[in-house]
């Protein structure tokens, strides 16, 4: 293992610096199948539950907790966990089926759309037939002496032109949704407050962590909130539907104790300790997380951690910022 820092003093000897915080911490997490895997949410919708054969529908879902989607029934293929499709031409009836898979757990959802036929239209109707022509009687040229006249033929009648076509309407806007809390992280029985604009709908339906209708826009504060909630929304309007989801986890205290080292690696007196940083992630020997104590006299610390398993380990400070390397590492997990 290589140190984040080295040290140009004393090494600062650290045995067991954490060995007053390790029974407070418990025995190592069971690693067994019965994990900490979050539940696997989808939200999955189509544009249009009817169109006419020959038009196509556009499909949008969103998921949380999931690493890919598969696509079956009237579509197929892998899909990212959020996005839209738009499908091709639709000529019967059609069924979307989405599975999202997460660790250990996965969400299905399907759509159906119905497709009708289109309206075939009349045929022109046909000129009736023309009845045959009377004969010409043939005149007396002695009977009638006076001269004759004879009517002009009607001039041929332009045809009338044929209507002009309807404009096609334009399509109407797909919707679109902000969706926010006040808090990604509560404590266990705490609230937060919800807030949503969305625009181009007529109104939304809540699922997950909440139910119910709601109005395009609004606020609402839920709770109390006693396990991390998934919180979803679903907004339709004439140009389709809109979705969008927030979790709120559940945030809890771990307690940290160590005792303070009193000397150098080499035996001398240690007499500039000025503090401590704490180390911790979720993987062993993988921190990415830290917290400064600026105070050599602290011997514990409290943080607010989401549920999960962390693995903690402590480096010493002396008074011109040399870091010592690390102590043993200590697990806790979070419900």
Partial sequence: MSYRLRRTLPAVVLPCLLCAAAPALGAPPDRGNGGNDSPAYLSFAADAAEVTAGNAVRLSWASLNTKHCFASGAWEGKHPTDGTYVTGPLVTDSTFALECKGTGTAATATVRVRVVA?????????????????PTPIEDPVADTEP??????????????????????EPAPAPTLAFDASASQVAAGGSATLSWTADNADGCTAGGGWSGQRPHTGTETVGPIDGSTTFSLSCDGPGGSAVAMISVAISDTVSLNWQAPTENTDGSLLTDLSGYRIYYG?????????????????????????????????TALDAEGNESGYSNEVIKVVP
């Fill in 282 to 314: 979720l993987r062993s020997g993988d921190y990415t997380d830290s917290v400064l104590i600026g105070a050599a006299a602290s011997t514990s610390h409290a943080l607010e951690l989401v549920s999960g398993e962390y693995y903690f380990a402590m």
């Fill in 118 to 134: 289109a309206t075939a239209e009349q045929p022109a109707p046909t000129d009736p037939e023309t009845p045959p022509a009377e």
């Fill in 148 to 169: 004759t006249t004879s009517e002009p033929e009607p001039l041929p009648q332009e045809p009338e032109p044929e209507p002009a076509p309807e404009p096609v309407p």
